[in-house]
């Protein structure tokens, strides 16, 4: 494309010689001496550009601050805040929330603290910055309002949303409810601990590659990831789109469905939900849940069973035993080999790494039409000296990791892409033969904190394998559920008792039926007693 105009000497002050040289040195290249002066020329003129693309006001979805109302907003005492799941309280309800037709009213909801709520400050788990406070509300928290649900505050998040343990947020470790000192997992843990301790009805998680499906398992609740684009992303912080999903997080399936039917659907930002229908024609989640499972198809996915090393044999023989219940309700229960998922979690490692460390942390998110947190960017970059000593081993680990595969591997992001349509492709076919899938959620029941002062690669042992059965569906994209289905103890103390999830996968856009099958299984046993 042509430049647009001839650079005026303003132009040459701001764009030097020296700039022009620095940047093309970035990636070892240079020009021809005799035709710098013509280059910097035309380089100069993007200026004009940048300073009419500057002077612009940002343009965000618009927040009805009467109508739904920030109220006592501040940062609760420890004291007061057990287990150190809540990072921000706030107050914001609307009329809904005294309508009893309203289809959340008066439901009591946290928020990820990678959310964004107008006038409410986030922390994002990390002290690389103190001072952020989005400026609009993410698509999510408008339709929970209009649907009726009352917002008690932000839940804490891991460090950049990035560990899949609950120690590695700034405001220090957040505890399982059913014992202090173990982790809720993560990175969605606040949520994890304030629906299992009751303190909230329901929670909103991200998931990235297990961030709503870990804690729902160590922290005994249900955890649902819709498909891949099925809520829109509009407003809540991403590592990348491809992965994204942010999902319900309740202690039974019945209200799971409603929460997810109140924040599904297209919104005209997220380009992520091409294939999401719109609000109004979303189908009822809840339609299915008393339908039971007889004449259904089971399919236990054999290598889901077979992580030798990661997988503690208690929880295989555990998650089998609930899946084998199936058959006294009437479903036959069958295995199914799917051998490329043994291998799903290296070609996610090729990619979720490459990807967060473009558009997580060095600020370099493109190819979407969507909405920008642009005021979040301006915190997290440049990426700097003691920026980079405050993030925590995973996020460190993800963007070193992304920068080396960038450097030495620049092609493999792309042929991850192309894996994951094959992942998707694989499951999609198993799907046709049985009516969902089941795997163990996490591979063992909820571990001890890492010691304050452990070392990254303690701090990282903490959570090695925990995705080996969850990645998978975020880079398939199928809707993937954590159930809760029984107690275990500790591997460390015979006499703490933690919960199993079972997760429960179906085929893209196929919510109702994981949502059928899981609550016939809720129904049918108490999970708190197996």
Not at 153 to 167: I, P, R, T, W
Not at 184 to 205: D, Q, Y
Not at 390 to 399: D, H, I, Q, R, Y
Request: net charge negative.
């Amino acid at each position: 494309m042509a430049t647009l105009t001839s650079a005026t000497e303003a132009n040459k002050q701001s764009i030097t010689v020296e700039k022009l040289v620095d940047v093309l040195a970035d990636v070892n290249l240079a020009l021809p001496p005799d035709h710098l002066a013509q280059w910097h020329e035309i380089i100069a003129s993007v200026q004009e550009s940048i300073d009419i693309v500057e002077a612009l006001p940002n343009y965000l979805p618009p927040v009805d601050q009467e109508l739904y109302r920030r109220k006592n907003v501040h940062r609760p005492a420890r004291e007061d805040n057990e287990g150190n799941a809540w990072a921000w309280k706030a107050h914001i309800a609307g009329p809904a929330a005294q309508d009893s037709d309203s289809l959340l009213q008066g439901l009591t909801v946290c928020l990820k603290d990678n959310i964004t709520v107008k006038d409410v400050p986030m922390l994002l788990g990390t002290d690389m910055f103190t001072d952020y406070t989005p400026a609009t509300d993410a698509t999510l928290v408008t339709r929970l309002l209009e649907a009726g649900a009352t917002i008690e505050g932000k839940a804490v998040c891991e460090n950049l949303s990035l560990c899949a343990s609950s120690f590695s947020a700034a405001t220090g470790p957040v505890e399982n409810p059913y014992a202090v000192g173990y982790t809720t997992g993560g990175s969605s843990s606040g949520c994890g601990h304030l629906v299992g301790a009751g303190k909230v009805a329901a929670g909103i998680g991200g998931d990235q590659g297990g961030s709503i499906r870990f804690p729902a398992s160590y922290c005994g609740i249900v955890g649902m990831k819709p498909t891949w684009g099925l809520v829109p992303w509009t407003g809540v912080v991403t590592h990348d789109a491809v992965h994204d999903t942010a999902g319900p997080m309740t202690k039974t399936v019945a209200l799971n469905a409603k929460v997810l039917q109140a924040i599904a659907g297209r919104d005209g930002i997220d380009d992520r939900q091409y294939a999401a229908p719109l609000p109004t024609d979303l189908p009822d989640y809840s339609a299915l849940l008393e339908k039971g499972v007889k004449g259904m198809r089971i399919g236990i996915l054999k290598e889901a069973f077979e992580f030798e090393g990661v997988l503690d044999p208690r929880v295989k023989a555990k998650v089998l035993d609930a899946a084998d219940k199936f058959r006294s309700l009437g479903a036959e229960v069958v295995e199914v080999s799917i051998p490329l998922h043994t291998v799903a979690g290296h070609i996610v490692n090729c990619a979720l790494r490459s990807g967060a460390a473009q558009q997580g942390y060095l600020g370099k998110a493109c190819g979407r039409r969507a909405l920008y947190l642009t005021d979040l960017a301006e915190k997290m970059t440049p990426m700097d000296q003691p920026k980079f000593d405050k993030m925590f081993a995973t996020s460190k680990f993800s963007m070193m990791s992304g920068m080396y595969l960038w450097k030495n591997h620049p092609t493999l992001y792309g042929k991850a892409m192309n894996l994951y349509r094959r992942l998707a492709d694989e499951y999609t076919t198993a799907l046709k033969d049985v009516s969902v899938l089941i795997t163990p959620t996490t591979p063992t029941v909820a571990n001890r904190h890492a010691a304050p002062d452990a070392g990254p690669l303690e701090q990282m042992n903490k959570s090695r394998g925990v995705a080996c059965n969850t990645v998978c569906f975020n880079a398939s994209g199928h809707p993937a559920m954590s159930l809760p289905v029984g107690f275990l103890p500790a591997a460390d103390n015979d006499l703490i008792k933690l919960p199993v999830g079972m997760q429960i996968v179906g085929g893209m856009f196929d919510e109702a039926t994981v949502y059928q099958v899981g609550a016939a299984w809720e129904a049918a046993f108490d999970w708190k007693k197996n």
